[in-house]
């Protein structure tokens, strides 16, 4: 079992609201039961539960600095329609992106702005979080939203990919500590908006044409099959 806590330390600990709800209502914890504790941020500690009822007790072990490997792996999503994006971020998570910067393509058929906006980012980071517990992940991405291409563009970083089913390449460039992934909506990149990203290196992933909610996950995974050990 596995949840997330701030300020993690040795020592006692008392764990209340969704987090107890989860380990006394989902899992069904007792006591003498082992949990794995993550912070979040990069750090993790074994703990054991010595009392559970209106609250969990534990004892929290040494806590360790769990390093993310390198590269950071940012996404640029656009907006997909209904539970697919939910779907998408999730396995984004699971194969291991660090970032994920939502933003509106031309073509995209959802559209948000303002509270609207705040309220879906929200719960695209709740998703991410859940989906970090659930894969062991020490480290939860940020999740943002920003209003235009060019704001996606601006917070790029390292080798910077387009994913575009017109493209012959199916290689990943060399990347370093850092690489950027972006792809489109389920129309596609509109024409202005593959001129804007002229220099990303534009990449295909195979013969067929994947779903928006598809291809960027199938990026990520690539990404970390190459350079995870």
């Known amino acids: 079992m596995r949840i997330f806590v701030s300020d993690l330390a040795a020592g006692e600990l ?3 609201g969704d987090e107890h709800h989860y380990l006394a209502r989902v899992r ?3 006591v ?3 949990v794995e504790l993550v912070d979040g941020a990069g750090k993790r500690a074994r703990a054991q539960i010595v009392a559970i009822g209106e609250d969990t007790r534990l004892s929290v072990g040494a806590v360790e600095d769990i390093p993310d490997l390198p590269p950071r792996v940012r996404v640029l999503l656009p907006l997909i329609k209904g539970d697919r994006m939910d779907t998408c971020i999730e396995k984004l998570v699971e194969v291991g992106a660090d970032e994920i910067v939502v933003w509106p393509a031309a073509r995209a058929v959802v559209k948000l702005d303002g509270a609207r906006r705040a309220s879906r980012v929200e719960h695209y980071q709740a998703i991410a979080r859940a989906a970090a517990r659930q ?3 020490a480290t939860t991405p940020i999740v943002s939203a920003v209003d235009s291409l060019a704001a996606a563009i601006a917070t790029a970083r390292g080798a910077r990919i387009v994913l575009d089913p017109t493209a012959e390449r199916a290689a990943f460039p ?3 500590d850092d690489v950027t992934i972006i792809s489109g909506p389920e129309g596609g990149l509109a024409p202005d908006e593959l001129e804007a990203l002229a220099d990303f ?3 295909g992933l195979g013969p067929r044409v994947l779903r ?3 291809a960027p996950v199938i990026a990520v995974a690539l990404v970390r099959a190459s350079t995870d050990t």
């Open 174 to 176: 060399p990347h370093g």
């Open 201 to 203: 290196t534009r990449i």
């Open 135 to 137: 894969s062991g992940r």
């Open 28 to 30: 069904r914890a007792r």
């Open 14 to 16: 008392v764990v209340t």
């Open 212 to 214: 928006a909610e598809t």
């Open 32 to 34: 003498g039961d082992a």
